[in-house]
């Protein structure tokens, strides 16, 4: 090891690496995909999609009638770690509710109540995309 190589300095990644960085990007946003569909056909309008800044992004900003509606996504390939949900810690909660400040910021605040939603998406058995979101989440 050289001297600016500790034993968890970060290494290059490999091609399997970047396959399967690649594939978990285009199920991520197959997943964010198919949650803005289940809005829409919820009846909600979506209003901004991966809005980001410099202390990161939010996935899906929709609003129906005077409710705006923050949504995190979360998709994995199986819950063998745990439900997607499970994946927003309280830490992850705190960001999302300053980013959605950031945002109300950016325009113009709301008319209405807010709300933070959370979107579990797995592939289901038929090859498709089972979909389970949480209202009112935190």
Not at 43 to 57: F, K, L, S
Not at 126 to 138: M, S, T
Request: net charge positive; proline share 5%; charged share 30%.
């Amino acid at each position: 090891m050289g001297p600016d190589r500790g034993p968890f300095a970060r290494r290059p990644p490999t091609a399997a690496g970047k396959r399967a960085a690649a594939a978990k990007r285009v199920l991520g946003a197959a997943g964010e995909d198919a949650v803005a569909r289940w809005y829409e056909a919820a009846g909600y309008e979506i209003v901004d999609r991966n809005w980001r800044v410099r202390a990161g992004e939010l996935d899906i900003v929709a609003r129906r009638d005077r409710v705006l509606v923050f949504c995190e996504v979360k998709t994995r390939t199986s819950d063998a770690f745990g439900a997607p949900v499970e994946a927003i810690t309280r830490v992850k909660r705190l960001r999302i509710r300053g980013l959605a400040a950031q945002w109300l910021e950016a325009h113009g605040g709301v008319n209405g109540s807010v709300r933070f939603d959370v979107a579990s998406v797995m592939p289901d058995p038929h090859g498709g995309l089972a979909i389970d979101v949480l209202e009112a989440a935190f």
